[in-house]
């Protein structure tokens, strides 16, 4: 059904397999000094066995230190990096895909490039050229220019950041002198790629228009075209959950025809997305996440395994660590991002009884069935908390995970299921060798439930208690109440009230910025810093905000003040392992690798 996604595609003179591209995504796995790691290799090794047509690595620095972006970025710029790249092409080379490395400088994004001096110009062009010949003798198939996202290339090609009078002024020209500098070095033979930015989305900065023109000329010179987005907001191209799948495809679609094949980016999560986008509007999809969440993405559905693919769902745990922390990466969705271990056959098989169906109980169980434990998983309600938590507008994707623990774990026979709340007679007449306790939270509530005015956030989320044309107060401003509250507004009139002086402050930013922009458009009332001191039957919320107390009228109040672990009982003499919320509320990644790691040591 999706052969067209597994028919092969010319890049200069380099066949690729299929139509699926892993995207450059940095993973700060590598070392502080540049240096590449066993971390780094087997995360791209992982990529390749998944059967991606063309596997490019994450954006590496040309010229070091001015143009390094992000504490842990690659670097080719010297030959005293050559073994690195050598080392990790001949891993890579003993799998199908063929292999690129994003070739980057920061640039001046601020400044924009008018102050630089033409033979620095010259200097960084060159130093393309080092970096280029560093992968080709290293044995890459080809190498990638990083032409977007308001990097050096992207400062040239916009009117924002380029206003020189000189021949640079010409915003081409420096995309072109990279690629005849590559050429000198590496032969015309060796394709050379470019993520361009075909569109600012920033006024006065490259329109779509000016990128159709920009990719006429520059597919003289380049042997693909991924059709990307230029220095505009980060939330464009680091989407949050709630973007529609494949939504930007559309930029491949217009600066279509062209002699070289273009590909689009950006949200690609499902085969038949994917499909439809090679039916219509690009020659090869980016796969970006969506191959941190499931490296076998491509084999699987080449092998039409559709419902075993662990969908990407959006929790921008990855965005966080790399933008927000600048740290290593890491997935909610697949926790062996950042591990990258191969889940070995436990040496002695044990009675291993699981607690609790959220993220944290369904991945342990999981890993310990792979490992051939005999295991017993009890669950209240499968996917646990994950019901609640897609119901908000754009949320839906975190049900994926429901929905590939539901097929995972059906597949093993060492594995019971028992759908009931388990009670500690039941877990103990199993005679179990380990427990694991992932029994999650329970919301924290200051003030009783009160009938016809105070209702728990998962009643409303739930859909049992329903409110349409009502002013409802929703207290609690973070990522719970502010999901609610966006959840209410589609009918009513919403006031959200947050203790701390911002809400969903620790919520990763570009989310946030998103949420908060979708809560203000709705007419959501946000009040931060602000106490509730009192709750009345008649509907008066009594509020403090810097020392003054307020009145606030509404025909209900929504208790989202988050949760606390629940442990509903504790085991002696036998191993238990409590995890996830059960241990301390925290965020899917936290749960799910505490599940893998968990059921990895026993
Ligand atoms: C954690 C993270 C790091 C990224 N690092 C890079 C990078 O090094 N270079 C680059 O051009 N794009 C980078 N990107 C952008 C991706 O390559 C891709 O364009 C983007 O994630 C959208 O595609 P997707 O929805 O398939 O993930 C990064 C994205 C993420 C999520
Ligand atoms: S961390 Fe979340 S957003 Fe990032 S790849 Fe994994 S599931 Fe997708």
Not at 145 to 156: D, K, M, R, T, Y
Not at 183 to 195: A, Y
Not at 478 to 496: K, P, R, S
Not at 516 to 534: A, F, H, P, Q, Y
Request: charged share 30%.
């Amino acid at each position: 059904m999706y052969d067209e996604l597994f028919t092969p595609v010319n890049i200069g003179k380099i066949t690729v397999e299929n139509r699926t591209i892993f995207p450059p995504i940095s993973t700060n796995f590598g070392k502080e000094d540049g240096h590449l790691t066993e971390l780094f290799m087997r995360h791209y090794e992982t990529r390749a066995k998944g059967g991606v047509g063309l596997l490019i690595i994450e954006n590496s620095c040309v010229s070091f230190p001015e143009g390094k972006h992000g504490a842990y970025e690659p670097r080719i710029d010297s030959w005293e990096f050559y073994e690195d790249w050598k080392k990790l092409a001949e891993r890579l080379k003993r799998y199908d895909s063929k292999i690129s490395v994003e070739l980057t400088h920061e640039g001046w994004k601020k400044k924009g490039v008018g102050f630089l001096s033409e033979d620095k110009i010259e200097e960084i062009i060159e130093k393309y050229g080092t970096a280029a010949e560093i992968a080709c003798k290293a044995g890459f198939d080809m190498v990638e220019v990083q032409g977007a996202h308001g990097l050096i290339v992207n400062q040239f090609l916009s009117p924002l950041t380029n206003n020189r009078k000189d021949k640079w002024g010409n915003p081409l020209e420096f995309a072109i002198a990279i690629r005849k500098e590559i050429e000198k070095r590496c032969g015309s033979d060796f394709p050379v790629t470019i993520r361009l930015a075909v569109d600012d989305f920033k006024e006065g900065g490259i329109t779509l228009e000016d990128g159709r023109k920009i990719a006429q000329v520059l597919q003289e010179h380049y042997d693909m075209i991924q059709a990307d987005i230029g220095l505009g907001p980060k939330e464009y191209r680091l989407e949050p959950i709630s973007f529609k799948q494949g939504w930007r495809s559309y930029l491949a679609e217009k600066i279509r025809p062209l002699k070289v094949p273009v590909a689009a980016v950006g949200m690609i999560r499902e085969p038949d997305v994917a499909l439809d986008i090679i039916k219509n509007k690009a020659d090869l999809v980016v796969l970006g996440r969506t191959l941190i969440a499931d490296p076998y993405w491509p084999i699987k559905v080449k092998e039409g395994r559709i419902k075993e693919i662990r969908r990407c769902i959006g929790c921008s745990e990855c965005i966080k660590a790399r933008h927000d922390e600048d740290t290593r990466i890491r997935c909610g969705a697949n926790p062996q991002v950042g591990m990258e271990i191969d889940i070995e056959p436990a040496l002695d098989k044990r009675t291993v009884v699981i607690v609790g169906g959220g993220p944290a109980g369904l991945e342990a169980a999981r890993v310990s069935s792979i490992r051939g434990h005999n295991v017993h998983l009890f669950y209240d309600e499968f996917g646990g908390t994950l019901n609640i938590a897609k119901v908000p507008p754009g949320k839906e994707k975190l049900g994926w995970l429901i929905e590939y623990y539901k097929n995972e774990l059906a597949k093993y026979d060492n594995l019971e299921l028992h759908h009931k709340r388990a009670l500690k007679q039941d877990v103990l007449e199993l005679n179990p060798d380990v427990i694991i306790l992932a029994t999650g939270s329970r919301p924290f509530i200051p003030c009783p439930p009160m009938h016809n005015f105070v209702y728990l956030y998962g009643d409303i989320l739930r859909g049992e208690v329903k409110f349409s044309g009502k002013k409802i107060a929703v207290g609690g401003g973070g990522l719970v109440g502010c999901e609610t509250a966006n959840f209410l507004a589609e009918d009513n009139e919403v006031i959200l009230i947050g203790r701390a002086p911002e809400v969903a402050f620790k919520v990763e930013t570009l989310t946030r910025k998103h949420l908060i922009r979708e809560l203000e458009e709705k007419g959501v009332k946000i009040m931060t810093s602000t106490e509730i001191v009192d709750i009345s039957r008649s509907g008066e919320i009594v509020i403090e905000q810097n020392g003054n107390q307020m009145i606030v009228e509404a025909d209900a109040l929504i208790a989202a003040f988050g949760s606390r672990p629940f442990v509903p009982f504790t085991v002696e003499n036998v191993p238990t392992h409590i995890i996830g919320d059960a241990k301390s509320v925290r965020s899917i990644y936290a749960a799910t690798s505490e599940g893998s790691r968990v059921a990895v040591s026993i």
